[in-house]
């Protein structure tokens, strides 16, 4: 509905974030993660390596 922008806007119209959720139809917890800063807008978040060993220092099992 009205984007990531929409989100700041109501916010600082004194919106509460179950209403700024139900308005933009976004989960709660990504209206507060946008709020808190812990997300910005048009980043997506970088996939692991799938060749980096998930356990560094990890023994190698011989059998």
Known sequence: MGGRRGCSR???????IPV???HLGTDR???RA????ERTAGRRR???DAFVPSVPNQPECRV
Do not use: E, M
């Open 10 to 16: 109501t916010a600082s119209a004194g919106w509460r």
């Open 20 to 22: 700024i959720a139900r």
């Open 29 to 31: 917890k990504t209206i």
């Open 34 to 37: 946008y709020r808190n800063g």
């Open 46 to 48: 970088q996939a692991p």
